[in-house]
Every structure is written in C-alpha cells, then in structure tokens.
T-cell receptor, first 114, second 114 residues
Framework: ETGVTQTPRHLVMGMTNKKSLKCEQH?????MYWYKQSAKKPLELMFV???????ENNSVPSRFSPECPNSSHLFLHLHTLQPEDSALYLC?????????????FGPGTRLTVT | AQSVAQPEDQVNVAEGNPLTVKCTYS??????LFWYVQYPNRGLQFLLK??????LVKGSYGFEAEFNKSQTSFHLKKPSALVSDSALYFC????????????FGKGTSLLVTP
C-alpha cells in the first residue's frame, strides 16, 4: 500500500507515555482523516482535515491531538491514554472532503495501551 | 441522520458460486454509497461507489453492486467467488447534508471455501 502509509504499524504504550502516530499520503489529495476501529464496532471518524485545516472533530477526548503540517502529512499525538483506547487507528485521504469522493486508507497502527 | 445496516455477520460460500453481501441504508437526502474490503492486518480498500446514474455499479476485482432506491439497498455481488475474496466487507454511506462523516456498517465477514 504505497498510496497511504502509516508508522508505526504496532505500538504498545503505558498510560503515562506520550507517543505520535504518523500518516503520509502520496496521492496528491486535499483531505485527510483519522478513524478508530475497535473490535465489534463500526469505524469511528475522529478528525478531518481539508488543506491542513481541521474541519471536523468528532467529540474526541483531548488526550488525542491531531496535527496536519501540510496536505501530505497527518499526525495523531497521544498522551495519558486509557486501556479502552486500544484499537486500530486508520488514516485515510480523499481528493476532496466532499461526500462523493472515496477515501483511501492506510494499513493502520495497532495500538495497545497497558 | 444516516445509517447503514449489514444484516449478516458472516457469509459462507463455496468457491465458484455467486456471492452476495447485503447492505441497507437510511439517509435524509440522496445517498452516496461505498463498498470497502479489509484483509487481515490491512487497511480498508475501496471497491466501488454509487453516486448517481446507472443503478448497477462495477468495481475492482470483479465485484459489482446494485443500487435499489425503493428497497434502500446496495448489495455487493460477484458472479463467481474466489478463496482470495475471503475478507471483511464494509458498506458505507454519506449524503450531501451529513458533513464529513462516512458512516460505516459493522462489517460482514465473507468466507469462501475451496
């Protein structure tokens, strides 16, 4: 999957740690997204960026802090997480943020909070 | 409010037989419908979408889906299943008034047996 890459692929962190997830898209898209995928639950949209501007924050706790320095890169900064935050975090991008554009996903970061 | 239902947690089909993965939706406006596939330890891959026009949409890997407005359905189909089609399939919907959220169903696990 060279279109959207995510690092690291796996992350184990304690509740007092600070870590960051990185996403990069090589598709020339203008919109980027963070999703959370938990077992037995539908994907949850966390944040949306359009041309580096955050346009949606879906009631996400402040212990998750996104950053979009340019249209190709997206970060998710993590601090003082809870065990229930353990999940697969997926980054996606689309040509534009509008409803007719399909989203392209990265492979995800499997996060375990101990 | 918009929502997607995938009534089957799992679908089993023999290789070479036709397959159908069901999806129904609820939106307030005209729907924009998507199918994605997720292989183990991978992100979601876009298969196809319906925006407007012909009700039968063809996508990647020989998959197609039929939009049925009266039944509010968008079932995924393939004439002849392959063992390599075994994966988790997600239906998703947006409409013009739904903001940035791509609403996903909970997923259907497809198992194709030799």
């Amino acid at each position: 999957e060279t279109g959207v890459t995510q690092t690291p692929r796996h992350l184990v962190m304690g509740m007092t740690n600070k870590k960051s997830l990185k996403c990069e898209q090589h598709l020339g898209h203008n919109a980027m997204y963070w999703y959370k995928q938990s077992a037995k639950k539908p994907l949850e949209l966390m944040f949306v960026y359009s041309l580096e501007e955050r346009v949606e924050n879906n009631s996400v706790p402040s212990r998750f802090s996104p950053e979009c320095p340019n249209s190709s890169h997206l970060f998710l900064h993590l601090h003082t997480l809870q065990p229930e935050d353990s999940a697969l975090y997926l980054c996606a991008s689309s040509q534009e943020p509008g409803p007719t554009y399909e989203q392209y996903f990265g492979p995800g970061t499997r996060l375990t909070v101990t | 409010a918009q929502s997607v239902a995938q009534p089957e947690d799992q679908v089993n089909v023999a290789e070479g037989n036709p397959l159908t993965v069901k999806c129904t939706y609820s939106v307030s406006g005209n729907p924009y419908l998507f199918w994605y596939v997720q292989y183990p330890n991978r992100g979601l891959q876009f298969l196809l979408k319906y925006i407007t026009g012909d009700n039968l949409v063809k996508g990647s890997y020989g998959f197609e889906a039929e939009f049925n407005k009266s039944q509010t359905s968008f079932h995924l189909k393939k004439p002849s299943a392959l063992v390599s089609d075994s994966a988790l399939y997600f239906c998703a919907v947006r409409d013009r008034d739904s903001g940035y959220a791509l609403n996903f169903g909970k997923g259907t696990s497809l198992l194709v047996t030799p």
